[in-house]
Nanobody, 123 residues
Framework: QVQLVESGGGLVQAGGSLRVSCVASGSPFSICTVAWFRQAPGKEREFVAVISPSGGSTVYADSVKGRFAISRDNAKNTVYLQMNSLKPEDTAVYYC????????????????WGQGTQVTVSS
């Protein structure tokens, strides 16, 4: 079982950039598929991006394509989400999640979750 801890959230102006990180421990990280989800107040948690164990494949939600980039450094047991051209609607708690097996974009397919990190985009 893998344990996940997110960090790097904060306050940024619209149009700015931020990078959040997810550090894993407790289980071999390089075989885990890792995804980012986000949840705004009063809204359901939604898929943002996912990356394959090797880092060779990625999938993004339409709402963040061209602005966000997911990457991983298995030597550091870390997955990153680089967020550029941020918009107020990106404001949410960002969670990383992991699973064994192929890439999925549905929340119910992930059984390991971090505590979340708050990202606030001001206008």
């Amino acid at each position: 079982q893998v344990q996940l801890v997110e960090s790097g959230g904060g306050l940024v102006q619209a149009g700015g950039s931020l990078r959040v990180s997810c550090v894993a421990s407790g289980s071999p990280f390089s075989i885990c598929t890792v995804a980012w989800f986000r949840q705004a107040p009063g809204k359901e948690r939604e898929f943002v991006a996912v990356i394959s164990p090797s880092g060779g494949s990625t999938v993004y939600a339409d709402s963040v394509k061209g602005r966000f980039a997911i990457s991983r450094d298995n030597a550091k047991n870390t997955v990153y989400l680089q967020m550029n051209s941020l918009k107020p609607e990106d404001t949410a708690v960002y969670y990383c999640a992991a699973r064994y097996g192929g890439m999925r974009t549905t929340l119910k397919d992930y059984n390991h979750w971090g505590q979340g990190t708050q990202v606030t985009v001001s206008s």
